[in-house]
């Protein structure tokens, strides 16, 4: 979780609680809550402030050098940030960027990275068998749906089949399909925001794959009966491919029961 992830790395720089709330700028109070899991979604601000007092490019950050660098990134308000904004972020803060909002995004657990690479597999092999010229690709991967400079999204699963869409950088414009797999934090924006974003972008299929609900919800944009609801008992079809390929999630839900992941 965020709290013990932070903690271990303020133990492993031998900081006090005070002696990071006087680099980072955050009051003690805040900082311990955060630690104790009392605040489960920090503001980005304070995370970014925190995280800019840790241990960085060799070392801890001094005072001075903390002040600069909130200065450059934090004088915006959300909505305001471009993409400009995001490449300017440490390399160790992972973040999306939605109509110039910057949204924080924890570590994915294990049951998240079971289906990610289930459905990468049951994706690329697909492609494979059959000579396809579209990409499989999986985050952390930059994804700038429209071109503009105020969004840059990480999709778990994206499938694209215009190879000019591909950069070194990442994917520049809608991808063919994409596939969120979604975490407490992020079904809100998996089942609300990113839908709108994705279907106005010109995205032509949307998987969310919500695996506490046991559940796979389907949109395929190019038809009006949606969204296609399924089960994890079910066989869930890629339309893209003409229905051609199918991924059967009891199948999945077999070899994740045998894991006994608790």
Same mark, same amino acid.
């Given at each position: 979780?965020? =709290? ?8 492993? *720089?031998? *900081? &006090? ?7 980072? /700028? ?8 955060? !630690? ?5 979604? @920090?503001?980005?601000? &304070? ?27 934090? #004088?915006?308000? #959300? /909505?305001?940030? &471009? ?6 972020? @440490? ?6 960027? !939605? ?6 995004? %924890?570590?994915?657990?294990? !049951? ?6 289930? !459905? ?11 000579? =396809? ?6 985050? @952390?991967?930059?994804? #700038? ?20 869409? $591909? ?7 809608? +991808? ?8 407490? =934090? ?24 919500? +695996?506490?609900? %046991?559940? $796979?919800? &389907? ?11 399924? =089960?994890?008992?079910?066989? $869930? @079809? ?25």
């Amino acid at each position: 979780m965020l =709290g013990e992830d932070l903690r271990r790395r303020k133990e492993a *720089l031998s *900081l &006090t609680t005070k002696e990071w709330s006087d680099l980072s /700028g955050v009051p003690v109070g805040t900082i311990n809550k955060i !630690l104790s899991g009392e605040t489960k979604s @920090p503001q980005y601000d &304070t995370l970014c402030a925190l995280e800019a007092a840790l241990e960085r490019s060799g070392g801890v950050l001094t005072v001075r050098e903390t002040a600069s660098y909130q200065s450059e990134i934090f #004088q915006k308000k #959300q /909505g305001e940030y &471009t993409v400009d904004d995001y490449y300017a972020l @440490p390399e160790d803060i992972r973040v999306e960027l !939605l109509d110039g909002e910057l949204i924080y995004m %924890q570590a994915p657990l294990t !049951l998240h990275q079971f289906f990610l690479t289930e !459905l990468l597999f049951e994706f690329q092999r697909y492609v494979r068998d059959n000579n =396809g010229n579209c990409l499989v690709l999986a985050a @952390p991967l930059d994804v #700038q749906l429209d071109c503009n400079n105020k969004t840059m999204l990480q999709p778990d699963i994206v499938i694209v089949c215009d190879r000019d869409k $591909v950069r070194r950088e990442g994917v520049c414009g809608a +991808p063919d399909l994409v596939v969120e797999i979604v975490s407490d =934090g992020s079904r809100k924006l998996d089942y609300r925001r990113k839908l709108s974003k994705y279907a106005d972008a010109g995205v032509r299929e949307y998987w969310i794959v919500d +695996p506490k609900r %046991q559940a $796979v919800v &389907t949109y395929y944009f190019e038809e009006d009966e949606m969204p296609y609801k399924y =089960g994890f008992q079910d066989r $869930v @079809p890629v339309r893209i491919y003409g229905r051609r390929l199918e991924v059967d999630f009891s199948e999945l839900k077999t070899r994740l029961d045998n894991m006994n992941i608790s």
